[in-house]
């Protein structure tokens, strides 16, 4: 627990257990805190108090300032001070930066034991900031000394040795002055009911005329608008499969079929429309269209009255599903684990595997996990690298897990958010790393399929606002079946393809008269040629890298080396 994460083997507390305990100064004041940290057996606080003539009491045992604290009869400062003197160890709180987005103004403090860096807490005044500090700190280290306590009539077991770990994996909360400030929802707020009632509602109506499809709607993501009139569903998305064809080069094949996936390339497809609205040279069109010019950049940007959110039926495989449970001190036995489940995922042939286990085949598709791909969605935005030649980056406002009997959203929160904690202060202008709120959903109810129906397992759903029917795509062939309501063509590409995308881009780029954007001789120019979102996504590569959740897989340059 209290020990350093410099890669030394951590000290028993059955150990330092069996030592003399070393009196603590019993000075006057407010809590008896010291007023400045020090040494821990040799502190600062100690040597005054001597000096001044204080006599010293005996220390509490360890089992004892535990139980006053959580009797609450010690506050967690002194607690804390408690602790690093009995065991030894440097303890320090600070006070440091407030998280992005975070609302209103509040103060920050974060406790730092031997160097790790704890939970971030924040209060209207710093004494308030700095207990909600003390309190985090002492949320993730009691279970762990009391595990050791327990252990401590016993032989000192010998520890494992342990992989290096993220140093700053730390999750901040936002103290709330009311419900519309909390981060992670107990319950069903109101408007996280409202907009799985449009999702229901939207999926509902796209299957009336279709209850074979039915089935195809068990794994469900879909991206809303709010605005002053409410909730609105804009692009939608079902599967849970990619594809098991060969990597192939002329951008016709669906390579990753899962929800989220889906939902993201049909609301590219919601913003090529709006784009098209904006360059209109109607006026009644222009004025429809979700985007107007940005005071800040030569881009679009999304109109300031509209927020984005992100409705996700199950929790996205990879970092996402792991143990809401397992602790993240760097120095327990689950280290380990942590950083296993907590690191870069790839997804083959519908298994999910730690990037670390799984050397991506040069012809065979593999994708990464959606956990990570709403990392980096979260970072670059949900627009892409085409898209972002026009517009400023997009971001969702809050993310909505509707998963039937899920109760903790801290995997999601951890995988999505903390991973990518401090990139901001090196990605170029417009781009950041957006927290957003997380909250849980009611699930989707839906009818009964009529009949049994063929087997829907490796079909996906797609659909954004404009379109005139469902497309239905085979994910493991990557392209629509022969029954789809909507069919691009006879070779049935899907509309949600690369080469469809591209074919978008260049519609949108002349009627933008944007000139410089037509010499692109390949999808892959068009995409490497957007150079902020590429100097964006190598720094987001590097933090990843650096901070040990592994390096982040390149494509191959084939892959996307095609025209139309």
């Not at 005054?48 to 360890?62: F, K, M």
């Not at 009997?405 to 417009?430: D, K, M, N, W």
């Not at 084939?558 to 025209?563: K, L, V």
């Amino acid at each position: 627990m209290f020990a350093s994460n410099r890669g030394a083997r951590r000290t028993r507390f059955d150990q330092i257990l069996q030592r003399n305990h070393i009196g603590l100064p019993d000075f006057p004041g407010p809590a008896g805190i010291p007023s400045s940290p020090g040494r821990a057996g040799t502190s600062n606080a100690t040597k005054q108090g001597e000096a001044r003539g204080y006599t010293q009491r005996p220390r509490l045992p360890i089992k004892e300032v535990i139980a006053k604290y959580k009797s609450g009869d010690i506050h967690p400062i002194s607690t804390l001070y408690e602790l690093a003197e009995a065991l030894q160890r440097s303890l320090e709180v600070k006070e440091t930066s407030t998280p992005g987005n975070t609302p209103g103004f509040y103060f920050a403090f974060c406790v730092l034991v031997d160097g790790v860096t704890y939970q971030t807490g924040m209060g209207i005044t710093k004494k308030e900031a700095r207990r909600m500090a003390a309190e985090l700190a002492l949320k993730d280290l009691l279970p762990l000394l009391e595990a050791d306590l327990g252990a401590a009539t016993g032989p000192p077991p010998k520890a494992p040795p342990l992989p290096p770990f993220p140093e700053q994996l730390v999750c901040s909360e936002v103290p709330t002055r009311g419900a519309q400030n909390a981060r992670a929802l107990p319950g069903y707020s109101s408007q996280s009911e409202r907009m799985s009632q449009a999702v229901n509602a939207l999926l509902s109506g796209l299957l009336r005329d279709q209850p074979e499809f039915w089935p195809c709607g068990s794994t469900v993501a879909a991206f809303l608008l709010h605005s002053p009139a409410g909730y609105e569903v804009v692009a939608l998305g079902t599967g849970n499969i990619n594809t098991n064809r060969c990597i192939t080069a002329n951008g016709r094949v669906l390579h990753d079929s899962h929800a989220l996936v889906v939902a993201r390339r049909s609301l590219m497809r919601f913003l090529y429309r709006h784009l098209l609205m904006f360059f209109n040279k109607k006026q009644q069109l222009k004025q429809l269209s979700v985007f107007q010019r940005s005071a800040a950049s030569p881009l679009l940007a999304m109109r300031s009255e509209l927020s984005l959110h992100l409705y996700l039926s199950l929790l996205p495989k990879g970092a996402a599903q792991m143990n809401p449970t397992m602790r993240l001190n760097p120095m327990s036995t689950n280290a380990w684990e942590v950083v296993n489940q907590l690191s870069l995922h790839l997804v083959a042939e519908g298994k999910v595997f730690p990037l670390s286990s799984l050397e991506p085949a040069p012809s065979r598709m593999s994708s990464l996990s959606c956990s990570d791909k709403l990392t980096q969605w979260q970072v670059l935005g949900y627009q892409g690298a085409l898209l972002s030649h026009l517009v400023e980056p997009l971001y969702a406002d809050s993310i909505l897990l509707g998963e039937e009997g899920c109760s903790s959203i801290r995997g999601l929160t951890l995988a999505v958010s903390q991973r990518a904690e401090g990139v901001t202060v090196g990605l170029p202008l417009h781009y950041c790393m957006v927290r957003p709120m997380y909250a849980l959903a009611p699930p989707l109810r839906g009818p009964a399929p009529a009949g049994p129906g063929r087997a829907q397992r490796n079909l996906s759903l797609n659909w954004s606002q404009g379109d005139g029917a469902l497309e239905v795509v085979d994910g493991l062939e990557g392209v629509a079946v022969e029954d789809s309501p909507f069919k691009s063509s006879p070779e049935l590409a899907s509309r949600l393809c690369k080469a469809a995308m591209l074919s978008r881009f260049n519609l949108v780029v002349a009627e933008a008269e944007r000139r410089e954007l037509q010499r692109a001789v390949s999808y892959r120019e068009a995409k490497m040629t957007a150079k902020q979102y590429q100097e964006a996504k190598n720094i987001m590569k590097v933090h990843l890298k650096k901070n040990g959740f592994g390096v982040w897989p390149s494509k191959p340059p084939h892959s996307d080396n095609f025209n139309i």
